[in-house]
């Protein structure tokens, strides 16, 4: 097994004892653009108690990535999917976060 396809099982672990439905072909495309940084400890995770943090999110992810317009629903989005991670889940993978934003949003069209 790759160390991609292992932090991969990873994440779908973790999203199962959260208890979230996934497409895991469609997952797998997110984690594969999310790049390197799910291999940094640090750069893995999105930080929900972080407002700079969350505005590159915004920014870096829901702009410049999937096209979206800069809008409250935005910061909306993002705090749904901090509270759906868990406030008690240290671990709030960026490759999920991300992953449930496209879901949100309606933009799976952006990793065909």
């Known amino acids: 097994m ?14 199962d004892k959260i208890g979230i ?3 895991a072909k469609l997952f797998e495309k997110v984690a594969k653009g999310c790049g390197p940084s799910i291999y940094n ?10 407002p700079d943090e969350l505005a590159r999110v915004k920014k870096n992810y829901l702009i ?6 800069d809008t409250p629903k935005l910061d909306d ?4 999917v901090c509270a759906t991670m868990g406030k008690s ?6 490759a999920i976060f991300y992953y449930l934003l496209c879901k949100k949003f309606k933009k799976s069209s952006v990793y065909k």
Not at 64 to 69: P, V
Request: with cysteine.
């Open 2 to 15: 790759s160390r991609f396809q292992e932090e991969v099982a990873k994440y779908q672990k973790s999203m």
């Open 89 to 94: 889940n240290r671990n709030k993978y960026r």
């Open 64 to 69: 410049k990535k999937l096209g979206l317009k």
């Open 41 to 50: 400890k640090d750069a893995s995770s999105v930080s929900c108690g972080d």
């Open 21 to 23: 439905k996934y497409d």
């Open 77 to 80: 989005a993002i705090k749904e």
